[in-house]
């Protein structure tokens, strides 16, 4: 099957900082691609989609100028969650989908821990 | 109401048990229907796309009855390596996905 990195896969950062997220599809071009949080226990939730060369939709309630998506190429979309707090700390997963399937590929996910 | 509902368990069941899941969901224009598996603290995996006439993997079978909104799995002879959180993936017009909240299911010796 498809192949979808991410990186980092962990991240530990003081509050007030920034991080950034990469999501690479590493043999197919990935047209979309879909942004997910997960907190403990509970099931993923959709942040925002991103198509390639427009701007990412946001899922209500998801700040769009705290969680700044970027999807510039059709293999790279990146997630920097911007002056990051302790409530932040999540497990990020991304997925990415080609132009011809319908199919939704995840990465590994990144955990997130802001002190 | 959430828009995809399981039962979070968790399913504790012998080896070689027969086990179901179920799950509902409340858009009845929703168009696609997944079944995921997830280990703990990895990504989820596909483990099968359900079909209204219903379809089979192995010991893995999945249903979906529209008309009631609902969609099954049902697992034959479990193995320990069953042991996960199964995810009820239900996707409408467009292109994203709504997960439910998942079912744990843990298989012993």
């Known amino acids: 099957g498809a192949v979808v990195s991410q990186h980092p896969s962990w991240v530990i950062c003081k509050s007030g900082t920034s991080v950034k997220i990469e999501c690479r599809s590493l043999d197919f071009q990935a047209t979309t691609m879909f942004w997910y949080r997960q907190f403990p226990k509970q099931s993923l939730m959709l942040m925002a989609t991103?198509?390639?060369?427009?701007?990412?939709?946001?899922e209500q309630g998801v700040e769009k100028d705290k969680f700044l998506i970027n999807h510039a190429s059709l293999t790279l979309s990146t997630l920097t969650v911007t002056s990051a707090h302790p409530e932040d700390s999540s497990f990020y997963i991304c997925?990415?989908?080609?132009?011809?399937?319908?199919?939704?590929?995840f990465g590994p996910g990144t955990r997130l821990t802001v002190l | 109401r959430k828009e995809v509902e399981q039962d979070p368990g968790p399913f504790n069941v012998p080896e070689g048990a027969t086990v179901a899941f179920n799950c509902t969901y409340s858009?009845?224009?929703?168009?696609?229907f997944f079944w995921y598996r997830q280990d703990c603290r990895k990504e989820p995996k596909l483990l099968m796309s359900v079909y209204s006439s219903g379809n089979e993997d192995g010991r893995f079978t999945a249903q979906l009855n529209r008309a009631s909104q609902y969609i099954s799995l049902l697992i034959r002879d479990s193995k320990l390596s069953d042991s996960a959180t199964y995810l009820c993936v239900v996707r409408g017009w467009g292109n994203d996905m709504r997960f439910g909240a998942g079912t744990r299911l843990t298989v012993k010796p």
């Open positions: 858009n009845s224009a929703s168009q696609s």
């Open positions: 991103s198509n390639e060369g427009s701007k990412a939709t946001y």
């Open positions: 997925s990415a989908q080609a132009a011809t399937s319908d199919t939704q590929y």
